[in-house]
């Protein structure tokens, strides 16, 4: 007959076996232990890429079925705060995504027109005179942020730029000025937007009272549009578009 200590030692190494039985004693007629009866066993998994770690807790049936399993994980907190900075924004947005710090200027004296660029990725476009403030303003406003973003882009009016609403998002923690910033800018009432049907299929623009602020190629744009404006309230422009198509850029403070 196996000794006590002998009894404890293989029961011991059943219960960190988890099979599905195990007997304590050699002939093998010996009481078994099921493994329903032992507790659940918490697993500690691999860190997600936040760094936080995956912890699941498995319990294992007699037969060796019916395993379950829960796993809770942390969110990112960069993800949490970029939740909440765009939320009440248009969604899906469509945006360029670029890095600031590559940010760079030009001018095409053929077009008239400054473009931002930052690498391979065209950021901004404005139009404006050789030597003016356009293209400092333009490159400055791009350092500010990582994203330049959209509404109405693909429009097929006659003169689609005049219905492409731009915004900028996440904040690049850099604030150059702008020159002539004060001189651009104009003040409203965020509380007193309206969105209104122009008529006779000329799209639709929002208000504040009788300030029209911009125009939309239709309802669901100046929707949008208005989500981004009830979020500021003063609006600017770089860039002269000289009553034509050329590109102007719009921010919001």
Not at 112 to 121: D, K, L, N, Q, R
Not at 132 to 156: D, M, P, S
Not at 198 to 212: N, S
Request: glycine share 12%; charged share 15%; hydrophobic share 30%.
């Amino acid at each position: 007959m196996p000794s006590n200590s002998y009894r404890v030692l293989l029961g011991m190494v059943c219960a960190v076996a988890l099979v599905g039985g195990c007997s304590t004693n050699s002939s093998g007629s010996g009481s078994q232990v099921p493994v329903s009866s032992l507790p659940p066993i918490a697993a500690t998994g691999p860190s997600d890429s936040s760094g936080s770690t995956v912890t699941s807790t498995a319990n294992a049936s007699a037969g060796g079925t019916g395993t379950t399993a829960s796993a809770k994980q942390s969110v990112h907190p960069s993800a949490t705060r970029s939740a909440t900075a765009n939320a009440g924004l248009p969604s899906p947005a469509d945006c360029i995504a670029y890095d600031p710090s590559k940010a760079t200027v030009a001018f095409d004296s053929s077009t008239g027109i400054y473009t931002v660029s930052a690498g391979s990725t065209v950021v901004a476009r404005a139009a404006g005179n050789p030597g003016g403030e356009v293209g400092q303003q333009a490159l400055a406003l791009a350092q500010r942020y990582t994203k330049h973003c959209f509404i109405g882009r693909g429009n097929t009016r006659d003169q689609p730029a005049a219905y492409i609403f731009d915004y900028w998002l996440g904040s690049s923690g850099q604030m150059p000025d702008i020159p002539g910033q004060e001189d651009s800018c104009s003040q409203y009432n965020n509380k007193n937007l309206t969105v209104e049907d122009m008529g006779d299929g000329e799209g639709w623009r929002v208000k504040d009272h009788d300030d029209v602020l911009h125009v939309f190629d239709d309802q669901s744009d100046a929707n949008n549009g208005k989500l981004v404006l009830a979020r500021y309230s003063q609006a600017c422009q770089i860039g002269d578009s000289h009553g034509g198509d050329a590109p102007v850029l719009s921010y919001f403070l």
